[in-house]
């Protein structure tokens, strides 16, 4: 799999990270991708694991740090900067919110953590 494909990965597994964080009210840019490693090759059929976690979120930018677990090791992995701007139309919002639901993304925090 290109490199280019495993950084895209990680970015919009970072956006929809940014995007369920904002309540589905602002939608992620991808403004920069800095320090990606990729230290392996991915061949057809190997399984993925791909992960994101908010460093920053402020000042109109978000920042996250992505991983991608290949055979339960970390091969790769990036830190993608995010530009935020409002959805241009609220039913863009819901449609994402419906999408999160079908393909069962958590977008609301468990009530104990």
């Known amino acids: 799999?290109?490199?280019?494909?495993?950084?895209?990965?990680?970015?919009?597994?970072?956006g929809w990270l940014v995007v369920a964080l904002?309540?589905?009210?602002r939608m992620p840019f991808l403004a920069a991708v800095k320090e990606a490693k990729l230290r392996t090759f991915v061949t057809p059929g190997q399984k993925l694991a791909i992960t994101a976690h908010l460093e920053h979120d402020g000042?109109?930018?978000?920042?996250?740090?992505?991983?991608?677990?290949?055979?339960?090791?970390?091969?790769?992995?990036?830190?993608a900067d995010a530009a935020r701007a409002r959805f241009p139309q609220c039913r863009n919002g819901r449609q994402m919110r419906e999408t999160a639901n079908r393909i069962g993304l958590q977008v609301e925090a468990p009530v104990n953590g």
């Open 22 to 25: 904002n309540r589905f009210k």
């Open 59 to 79: 000042s109109g930018y978000a920042i996250t740090a992505a991983k991608i677990k290949l055979w339960r090791q970390i091969d790769l992995r990036c830190h």
């Open 1 to 14: 799999m290109p490199g280019v494909l495993l950084i895209e990965a990680m970015a919009q597994t970072s």
